[in-house]
DNA sequence: CTGGGAACTGGAAGCGCTCCCAGTCTTCCG
DNA sequence: CGGAAGACTGGGAGCGCTTCCAGTTCCCAG
């Protein structure tokens, strides 16, 4: 019962010592791997928590070539991005499934070159476990670089132009073709798109899914109107809609962020939403729930994702090979649309 | 140049044997430690390129007693209320600020029992360098046991009822008491507040400076009607204001989110912002600017106190001894007051 | 009572790196 | 030209843990 607090952090030896059993012994009780008889068990358990015995991680790692951590690593030239509560909620998600396999989670924002620089060291020195990778666009130096390492690694969406073994992503596709039928269903046949970054995959995926619903109604798609995900961005590019198509009825925005920026635009010009122009977003982040109108949005499970992509990773690191998963998404109708 | 790749992971050995160095020799020459000759060094050097070595992170941690990481944990009962997009802003500051220091950034979100368990551990165990600690409540475990923990800790926001030796922390009173008296000075004189979760140091402190600068003012400070800083419950405690003192002119919510949802609460009721009832929030997140009306609000340095949190926390695995800091804040005009 | 196997035990060899230290080689001053 | 300060060098002892393996002990069928 009484808890130790010596000073100087205790070692397996001292505890073997202090429960008359080798350290061998010791280190079998601690994992408790076969071999060890009631008895000694028990004392090393007991000798643990007099001394307040915690094994050392890195004396661990050497030995075992296991870090007891994953990376989970957002790529993009401009930290700020990770600031979109997008990825809070992935880690969120993350953060719970690793917990369950008792595993550490390490965040590496790869924006800088030095940043990415780490990345690829930390890959090639095996500093964890495994690796999540998130946010690559074209031609991302990061994909490269995973390809190549000699650790597990998830993707978190499909990078554009590779086809990785292991993945989780959302159905973005089917996500933008439903929200477009949704507004074409609503009676609306002037229907634009503010786009993602047209170099991510999401981005792609999304305008594709919108594009194929327009086409399936045997409706004009427009082109892509660039964003990148943000608010300005979707109240820039709604205000470059509105001036090239002053007759849209309807808009498909790729991210509930972009849809925002293009509410406050809509509501700035006087263009009454929905009754004059119905917008739809995707994501359902808490935006959507507070914009004015509230938002009828794409919902995606993004802690879902996070805690599918870890889940995905431990498999791995167990020496499964799980197969790639797509998360489905769904409408969800508020007031906008 | 021929940049190898090797399957194996060479070793420390393998770069001194085809360098024709010792492996003492090697290890000084990477960490560019001095009694290296400049032709050695150089021998080293390229065999590093050609073996593309890179060092073992355990075998370096285990040997020098340096992890070259150090965690970020957040408390909280509830895992989502790391989703606020508060965390992710000092995040990327204190990413940034790790990367200079090169170190690694290890996350823990300590919700659970089990989670606050790992926590503790990674204390003890020395499974990084330092901590910097967030968000934590009155009693909150984690405080204990990081006063007991040999390592260095940084709070981010004071404790309750802790003094620490080392926090980084932003002026919430003065925050507080120049949005009221801004409030009062554009002639409000039945402010209330919606206050965040009083079993934290920034809820109190905010409160604190509300109250002030009523009483400086000659005025009667509301008692505190209380939220947890997020969207909903700013808009439940705007509803039941509203119910208790229908006669009020202005609101001092002690964060966006909550603010936000006042202002959502505000319009459903026909109350007129700022026309009718000025409001002004704390924080300056991105929903501030996104608001109907665009919410004036105090600015806060989010990324900075990520990034001196970090800085400090370095200083103090660097030997110094830092003194706490607390960062400034502003008062930023929009339209809703 | 035996022999044989299963269950247990602890010595010892690493895991890959750092760093102390004793020894070697320069170099330069008196 | 002798010698010592000083710059280099590499051997070796760890850092704390796991794990292989040879040796012990124990139990039970024969």
Redo the contacts with the bound molecule.
């Keep these: 019962m009484t808890e130790g607090v010596s000073r100087?952090?205790?070692?397996?030896?001292?505890?073997?010592e202090l429960a008359?059993?080798?350290?061998?012994?010791?280190?079998?009780?601690?994992?408790n791997?076969?071999?060890?008889?009631?008895?000694?068990?028990e004392a090393v358990e007991r000798a643990v928590r007099q001394l307040g015995?915690?094994?050392?991680?890195?004396?661990?790692a050497?030995?075992?070539?296991q870090t007891g951590a994953a990376a989970l690593v957002v790529s993009g030239e401009d930290p700020s991005i990770f600031a979109d509560p997008f990825f809070a909620q992935v880690i969120v998600g993350a953060s719970a499934a690793l917990e369950d396999a008792d595993l550490h989670l390490m965040l590496c924002l790869a924006a800088s070159d030095r940043g990415r620089k780490r990345v690829e060291q930390l890959l090639r020195?095996k500093g964890a476990d495994g690796v999540m990778l998130m946010a690559l666009r074209e031609d991302d130096p990061l994909a490269r670089m995973a390809e190549g390492a000699e650790m597990p690694v998830v993707f978190g969406g499909r990078p554009v132009g590779l086809d990785p073994r292991w993945y989780v992503d959302v159905d973005n596709v089917g996500g933008a073709r439903a929200a477009t039928e949704y507004l074409i269903a609503s009676g609306r046949t002037r229907i634009a798109t503010i786009c993602g970054r047209l170099d991510t995959e999401v981005g792609r995926a999304r305008y594709r899914g919108y594009r194929d619903a327009m086409l399936a109604a045997g409706l004009e798609p427009y082109p892509p109107e660039g964003g990148d995900f943000t608010e300005p961005s979707g109240s820039a590019a709604m205000a470059a809609l509105l001036a090239r198509h002053p007759g849209l009825d309807g808009v498909f925005a790729a991210g509930d962020n972009m849809a925002a920026g293009a509410l406050r635009t809509l509501r700035e010009a006087g263009r009454p939403v929905p009754s004059d122009v119905a917008v739809v977003g995707f994501d359902d982040l808490a935006v959507s729930r507070m914009a004015d109108p509230p938002l009828t949005t794409v919902h995606q499970p993004i802690e879902g994702l996070g805690r599918e992509m870890a889940r995905m990773l431990v498999a791995i690191i167990d020496g499964q090979d799980p197969t790639p998963l797509i998360l489905p998404t769904r409408l969800v109708t508020r007031a906008s649309a």
């Design positions: 100087r952090q205790s070692t397996l030896d001292e505890v073997a008359g059993v080798s350290r061998s012994v010791a280190s079998r009780a601690l994992n791997a076969p071999h060890v008889s009631r008895a000694k068990r015995y915690v094994p050392h991680p890195a004396a661990r050497l030995a075992t070539r020195s």
